[in-house]
T-cell receptor, first 113, second 109 residues
Framework: DTAVSQTPKYLVTQMGNDKSIKCEQN?????MYWYKQDSKKFLKIMFS???????INETVPNRFSPKSPDKAHLNLHINSLELGDSAVYFC????????????FGEGSWLTVV | GQQLNQSPQSMFIQEGEDVSMNCTSS?????WLWYKQDPGEGPVLLIA?????ELTSNGRLTAQFGITRKDSFLNISASIPSDVGIYFC?????????FGTGTSLTVIP
């Protein structure tokens, strides 16, 4: 079983559309994250949720809205997609105070045309 | 968010050579992590370091948690073609994990 799974893996969509990326972790972790990886491969934190509560919200356009229905899921909804949103989005999870390591999903490749 | 300084940015080496890369920060971290990312995949954890001065090995990989807690090193011995990929360091401070800028490794057979 994949520890951190996200869907879809590939997404091609037109400007202006709204799309969602789903993430689930089966590690029993209490904290989940969304990272954006740009064309230069930089990994930038977007959001972090601990036990369903938002704890990190970096400077991200409010078109991006995370939703955590329970601590095993953290979904990312993006409204009014723009060309600059094209990137790879990684979901991740960790157990703060536990092993203090972070585990990543396989990524979602978003292309906005 | 903070970005850690990782060097070198890229490396092209012959199979069998040893590799060294490092990561520095202006802040102190409680945990240092090293990841490898293969093309089309997510970063995969290689080594985790939890104490200043700690030296940990994982097969041909060895990493060290710097004494100052502001740096870390990763060494790969006797490189093989499957070592190709992007290597990332990460430091943990509180609830946040900060990532390095990545080192792209190419191994020439």
């Amino acid at each position: 079983d994949t520890a951190v799974s996200q869907t879809p893996k590939y997404l091609v969509t037109q400007m202006g559309n709204d799309k969602s990326i789903k993430c689930e972790q089966n590690l029993g972790h209490d904290t989940m994250y969304w990272y954006k990886q740009d064309s230069k491969k930089f990994l930038k934190i977007m959001f972090s949720y601990n036990n369903k509560e938002l704890i990190i919200n970096e400077t991200v356009p409010n078109r991006f809205s995370p939703k955590s229905p329970d601590k095993a899921h953290l979904n990312l909804h993006i409204n009014s997609l723009e060309l600059g949103d094209s990137a790879v989005y990684f979901c991740a999870s960790s157990q703060l105070g536990g092993g203090n390591t972070i585990y990543f999903g396989e990524g979602s490749w978003l292309t906005v045309v | 968010g903070q970005q850690l300084n990782q060097s070198p940015q890229s490396m092209f080496i012959q199979e069998g050579e040893d590799v060294s890369m490092n990561c520095t920060s202006s802040s102190i971290f409680n945990t240092w992590l090293w990841y490898k990312q293969d093309p089309g995949e997510g970063p995969v954890l290689l080594i985790a370091l939890y104490k200043a001065g700690e030296l940990t090995s994982n097969g041909r990989l060895t990493a060290q948690f710097g004494i100052t807690r502001k740096d870390s090193f990763l060494n790969i011995s006797a490189s093989i073609p499957s070592d190709v990929g992007i290597y990332f360091c990460a430091g943990r401070s509180g609830n946040q994990f900060y990532f390095g800028t990545g080192t792209s490794l190419t191994v020439i057979p």
